[in-house]
């Protein structure tokens, strides 16, 4: 069964860190560009960032309202992404959801965020 | 950078009836890149949609996507009770790199 499943998620004061961890089964992780998406309660989706497959060079980008605070990384051998968020800010209180992008020829064909985990909640508040 | 903005922002409609939602990109893009999800109460989205008009995985036949340039409908040709959700539609681009999605359209039971 193809499956990703979040964890790390929980309250943290505004300026703090925390590290969201996606596992992945069920597919070829190592072939897989990832994403992180995420929903603010009662909003609608926004996207964070994605990785690419090492095959792809392995890159990131990030969306604007988080570029330089949020880092995403990936250890194929244990077949889990991550995501590092620093100096948190209020606004940053959402459901984060993994997902995996369903891309070929190094993003030239694109066949949507095909998997997408239960999601974990980060809130941040003082 | 595309925007991508959906309308109605909530649809009212009955069981058995068509629903019709649009999705408008702020610029031309390729239908390539263009996708559509559907998301219920408490759950993860589901895609629905890719490359404008390819139904995903197990989707049914109820649901079609067209158009093209920077017009996209999403069409449920006949509403089952398990429809009644909050539909987005998203972008992949290249330049800069990244997902967009519209705000959302919301079916609701009327």
């Known amino acids: 069964e193809v499956q990703l499943v979040e964890s790390g998620g929980g309250l943290v004061k505004p300026g703090g860190s925390l590290r969201l961890s996606c596992a992945a089964s069920g597919f070829t992780f190592t072939n897989a560009w990832m994403s992180w998406v995420r929903q603010a309660p009662g909003k609608g989706l926004e996207w964070v960032g994605h990785i690419k497959s090492r095959t792809d060079g392995g890159t990131t980008d990030s969306a604007a309202p988080v570029k330089g605070r949020f880092t995403i990384s990936r250890d194929d051998s244990q077949n889990t992404l991550y995501l590092q968020i620093n100096s948190l800010r209020t606004e940053d209180t959402a459901v984060y959801y993994c997902?995996?992008?369903?891309?070929?020829?190094?993003?030239?064909?694109?066949?949507?965020?095909?998997?997408w985990g239960q999601g974990t909640t980060v809130t941040v508040s003082s | 950078e595309i925007v991508l903005t959906q309308s109605p922002g909530t649809l009212s409609l009955s069981p058995g009836e068509r629903a019709t939602l649009s999705c408008r990109a702020s610029q031309s893009v390729s239908n390539s890149y263009l996708a559509w999800y559907q998301q219920k109460p408490g759950q993860a989205p589901r895609l629905l949609i890719y490359g404008a008009s390819n139904r995903a995985t197990g989707i049914p036949d109820r649901f079609r996507g067209s158009g093209s340039g920077t017009d996209f409908t999403l069409t449920i040709s006949r509403l089952d009770p398990e429809d009644f959700a909050v539909y987005y539609c998203q972008h992949y681009g290249s330049s800069p790199p990244g997902f967009t999605f519209g705000p959302g359209t919301k079916v609701d039971i009327k």
């Open positions: 997902t995996k992008v369903a891309v070929a020829g190094n993003g030239y064909y694109f066949y949507g965020l095909d998997v």
